[in-house]
Structure formats: structure tokens, C-alpha cells
């Protein structure tokens, strides 16, 4: 049997949703009880069992009683946000106890402090939300992007300064905890409301983290019109969405062992160090061998590529399950030839934050008579500008913690892996664009291979979240590691 009549059987084996008897089967009452069995069973490897039977039993629900969709996502949503802050101590509830301590305002608890942000956050969205209608002139409705970060980084300065102390550098703090890791949703429902079938309020607050996509700040389904747009009209459509979704869990499942068994192999048996204990040993004089240098970079890209697909999948997964023809969180990026691919395959959906908020303003607004210039500029202000100011304010507790200045200095590296990785992917795009193919061939794709990963595994490097080690380190440890210095 040829390769490719081998990776067509497996398709086909593999392509369980396009079996009608499954279909039919889904549609059944039979049915639907066994796709949610094994959703919780797929889901609770990652969650605690009810945890999961909550997440896939409010999706489900929400997938077949229509005239209370509304209802189900604002309150699986909002349960689940709640319910986090009291079960776990979640990096909100520790942001605050950070200034809680500064302020020595130990008798404030950080979970109140946390219930009460959010319960304000939320009356401060609706309002927003309001006030965008309303008043369509205003800044905040024309430029939803800028007036958002506009106050994340006014209440950083707010609370950084000398004169706010005690309780109200403490409110402050408490309710920019909680406004962080939610200001991309709220400037997707705020864009919505330009739309003529744009949802209601309660639709549009319940997809603030909705209940299916975890504690990540990445809009994952992105914001109520994409929603819409994604649901499932017939009983059938329903039931093909729901069994990817299952498929898509269970993949999630086969990654997540994947990266188990890699894990217990590169650094238990073969005691592959990370990155960052490995740039430690260098600078202390006390270098690893250049392949275990190399092996430490390989293995910490391909661990963060797992991380990113796993989670990823999880969340679409659930997202499936609701209805919601989402396209994949990630797909097969070992696949992509160009930079620009590797982009659009990675992280869907932070690609698709990054295009909607930094790369379309860009391109509408600037170099219009320089075709070139204007598509590298405005995805470079995507890759680059956006993908900085993404992650400083999803980190923005290191202000907390470290102060402004001290914060901004530990993104030096970050910033120089977003100028690289930018000004790689604007090339791509605009030699993707003149009509340039990579060649087809296995050479060819073997290159394109070596170069794209290449380029993604060197500049790891710099992308470490540790935040422990300038520039200058990060650039001389890749330099040993190919022999230089």
C-alpha cells in the first residue's frame, strides 16, 4: 500500500462524522447521552470530573434548548467565572494579595476583593456596551482598541503612583486584575455593536471567557458575530459539529499524552534541562555541551507547540459541542512552508485577534499608494506592536510586582522576539502575496521545513517567559550554541 493510499484509509477511518449512521445516531436521545459521556470523560483529564460534566452538560444544553441559549451562556459563563475565584486560587486572587501585602491590608480578603472586580467589571461592560450605542462619535466605540488600553494603562500608572495608597490602590488594583485578562472580549462585543444583528447585552457578557474556553485571556470563538455566524442551523449540522467536537477532545487527549511521555523521556531519562536552566549553566561559566544546549531549545519549542495545540483543541472542542462550527485552534503547523503559514496555523485564534485589532486598522489607514510597504507594515504592527502589547498587559501583575519600569525592561527580550518574528512573517506575506509558491518538490519541502522551524526553534530563545535573563544573555547563549564566543 503507497503512503498516500495509506493516509487516505486512515482519513476515512478517522472521518466518524461523516458516517450517517453516526449522524443519525447523534440526533437520538441514545445518541447524545454517549457523546456526552465521552466528552466528560475526555474533558476530565484535564478538569475535575464536575468540572467537566458542568462545562460539556452547559454546552450541550445550550446546543439543543434554543429558546434559553441566552440564559445557559450568560450563567455557565458567569458560574464558572465565580466558582474558579472560590475553588482554586486563580492568578487574579494572587495579583491582588501581591498589593494587599504592599498596602498591609491583610484584612481585606483577595477572593472579596475578586468577587466585587468582577461584579464591577461587569456592571463597567454593560454600561460600555450602552454608551457605544448611544454614542457612536465617541472614541470608545470608534477606537475601542486604543480607549481599552487607554485605561489598562492609566490604572497602571494610577496604582504606581506615590500618592494613591491603602484601600484605594488596592480597588484600583483589584478591578484592573480582573479588567486585564477580559478587555479583548469586551472590544470584540464593542465592535459587535456596529452589526444590525448584533446579540443582546446578556449574550454578549457570556462571551466574556466563555464557560468552554478556560482562564485563557485569547478569545477562543472570538466575539459574539463570529458566534452567530458558527452556529449550527439543522438538527444534522448540529450532530456533525458535536461528534468533531468529541474528535477534537479526544485529540486534545492524545496530545496532552504525547507531551506526558515526551516529558518523562527528554527529562527523566535523558535529562534534557529547560531553556532557562540551560542559559543559567552558560552564564554561570558552567555550559552544557552544545547538544545538550540544542536538545534543551528543540524540546522547549516542541513542549510550548503541545501546550498550544492541546489547550487549544480542548477549548474548541467544548465550543463543538455548543454548536459552534469553530474552525481549529491550531492546524498542523509542522506543515507550513512559508512564515505567514506557520502564522495562520499555529494559534488560529490569536492570529485572528492580533489581524482584527492591530492588522486591519494598519492597513486601512496607512502606505495606501505603496502596496508592499502597507501589507508588511500592517502585519508587522499585528506580529510585532500587537503581539508585545497582548502579552505585557496579560502579564501586567509583573507591574505589582516589579514596578512599571522594571516590567517594561523584563519585555526586552520579548520585544526583540516580536521585531524578528514580525519582520520574518511581513516578508513572507509580501512575497506570499507577489505570487511566490515554495517549490513542491521533496527538496523543497524538506527546505521549507528546516527553514520555517529553523527560524521559529533559534528565536525561542528569546520568547522564554521567565523573564530572568536580558537581551544581551539570550543573544550570546544562541551565539555558543553555534559555536561563536
Known amino acids: 500500500m503507497s503512503g498516500a493510499a495509506g493516509r487516505s484509509t ?6 466518524i462524522d461523516e458516517r450517517e449512521t453516526l449522524v443519525q445516531l447523534a440526533q437520538t436521545v441514545r445518541g447524545r447521552v454517549l457523546l456526552f459521556a465521552v466528552a466528560v470523560l475526555a474533558v476530565s483529564t484535564y478538569n475535575a470530573w464536575w468540572e467537566a ?33 472560590w475553588l482554586s486560587e486563580t492568578a ?15 484584612q481585606f480578603s483577595p477572593l ?21 450605542r448611544s454614542h457612536k462619535g465617541f472614541i470608545l466605540a470608534r477606537r475601542p482598541v486604543i480607549a481599552l488600553l487607554t485605561v489598562e494603562f492609566a490604572l497602571c500608572g494610577l496604582t504606581s503612583l506615590d500618592l494613591v495608597h491603602g484601600l484605594p490602590r488596592l480597588a484600583l488594583w483589584s478591578f484592573l486584575s480582573v479588567y486585564t485578562p477580559y478587555i479583548w472580549f469586551l472590544a470584540y462585543a464593542i465592535v459587535d455593536q456596529r452589526a444590525r444583528d448584533r446579540s443582546p447585552d446578556a449574550f454578549q457578557l457570556g462571551t466574556f471567557h466563555p464557560f468552554w474556553g ?4 485569547i478569545p477562543f470563538g472570538k466575539g459574539a458575530g463570529f458566534l452567530r455566524k458558527t452556529l449550527s442551523k439543522t438538527p444534522a449540522d448540529l450532530a456533525i459539529t458535536q461528534i468533531k467536537g468529541v474528535k477534537l477532545l479526544l485529540w486534545s487527549n492524545v496530545l496532552l499524552a504525547m507531551k506526558v511521555a515526551l516529558t518523562w523521556i527528554c527529562e527523566q531519562k535523558l535529562s534534557i534541562p529547560s531553556v532557562e536552566l540551560a542559559l543559567g549553566a552558560y552564564l554561570d561559566g558552567q555550559a552544557f555541551p552544545v547538544l545538550i544546549g540544542w536538545s534543551a531549545v528543540f524540546w522547549s519549542t516542541a513542549k510550548f507547540c503541545l501546550r498550544t495545540a492541546y489547550w487549544g483543541h480542548l477549548f474548541i472542542g467544548g465550543a463543538r459541542l455548543a454548536g459552534f462550527r469553530l ?14 503559514e506557520y ?18 486598522p494598519t492597513f486601512f489607514r496607512v502606505f495606501r499608494r505603496h502596496p508592499r510597504l502597507r501589507m508588511f507594515f500592517a502585519t508587522f504592527m499585528a506580529a510585532g506592536v500587537g503581539n508585545v502589547i497582548f502579552h ?28 524578528v518574528l514580525a519582520t520574518g512573517i511581513g516578508i513572507s506575506q509580501v512575497r506570499a502575496n507577489a505570487g511566490y509558491r515554495p517549490s513542491s518538490t521533496l527538496a523543497g519541502r524538506l527546505w521549507s521545513f528546516v527553514s520555517v522551524w529553523g527560524f521559529v526553534v533559534c528565536l525561542h530563545v528569546f520568547s522564554d517567559e521567565s523573564r530572568r535573563h536580558t537581551l544581551l544573555e539570550r543573544a550570546s547563549f544562541l551565539a555558543s550554541l553555534f559555536g561563536v564566543g
Open 392 to 419: 505585557f498587559v496579560r502579564e501586567v501583575d509583573l507591574v505589582a510586582a516589579m514596578g512599571v519600569s522594571a516590567a517594561i525592561e523584563s519585555f526586552t527580550s520579548y520585544a526583540f522576539y516580536c521585531l
Open 92 to 106: 487574579i486572587e494572587e495579583s491582588i494579595a501581591v498589593v494587599a501585602a504592599q498596602e498591609r491590608a491583610a
Open 10 to 15: 486512515l482519513r476515512s477511518f478517522l472521518a
Open 343 to 360: 502564522f495562520n496555523r499555529f494559534s488560529y485564534y490569536f492570529k485572528e485577534l492580533l489581524v482584527d485589532f492591530f492588522f486591519v
Open 214 to 217: 478556560g482562564p485563557s485571556s
Open 327 to 340: 474552525p481549529r485552534a491550531t492546524w498542523r503547523p509542522l506543515e507550513a512552508r512559508t512564515l505567514i
Open 53 to 85: 460534566a458542568f462545562v460539556v452538560g452547559a454546552a450541550m444544553a445550550f446546543a439543543y434548548l434554543e429558546k434559553q441559549r441566552q440564559l445557559i451562556l450568560f450563567a455557565a459563563t458567569y458560574l464558572m467565572a465565580f466558582s474558579a475565584l
Open 112 to 132: 472579596l476583593l475578586a468577587h466585587l472586580a468582577l461584579i464591577t467589571f461587569m456592571i463597567f461592560s454593560w454600561l460600555a456596551l450602552m454608551v457605544v
